[in-house]
């Protein structure tokens, strides 16, 4: 059964870090893209940071930009975002995602199964 599982969202100060986790079933992770996308309250999703089924890695928003990291373990079938020095902006749910393809995209309708999402948030 194709499923994507989110974890490891929460509350964070600012300037922690927060270590998410998508666990992906049904299929593997060398033959698919997975996309981490957020969305805050009242503005789209966004396309954050993306690995192809090859391993590459891409940010797709400078915002991010070594701040963030996508890594994945295949033999545990997921794929991880360690997000550090968060900011207020960083607030949101978010979500991974398969993508259609085996190469990445930041947009959300090249997606096809998505997770639940995991709220984080970072306040003080």
């Known amino acids: 059964q194709l499923q994507l599982v989110e974890s490891g969202g929460g509350l964070v100060q600012p300037g922690g870090s927060l270590r998410l986790s998508c666990n992906a079933s049904?299929?593997?992770?060398?033959?698919?893209?997975i996309g981490w996308f957020r969305q805050a309250p009242g503005k789209q999703r966004e396309g954050v940071s993306c690995m192809s089924s090859a391993g590459g890695r891409l940010n797709y928003l400078d915002s991010v930009e070594g701040r963030f990291t996508v890594s994945r373990d295949v033999a545990k079938n997921t794929v991880y975002l360690q997000m550090s020095n968060l900011k207020r902006e960083d607030t949101a749910v978010y979500y991974c995602?398969?993508?259609?393809?085996?190469?990445?995209?930041?947009?959300?309708?090249?997606?096809?199964?998505w997770g639940q999402g995991t709220q984080v948030t970072v306040s003080s």
């Open positions: 049904g299929f593997s992770l060398d033959s698919y893209a």
């Open positions: 995602a398969r993508g259609k393809g085996r190469w990445c995209t930041y947009r959300p309708v090249d997606f096809d199964s």
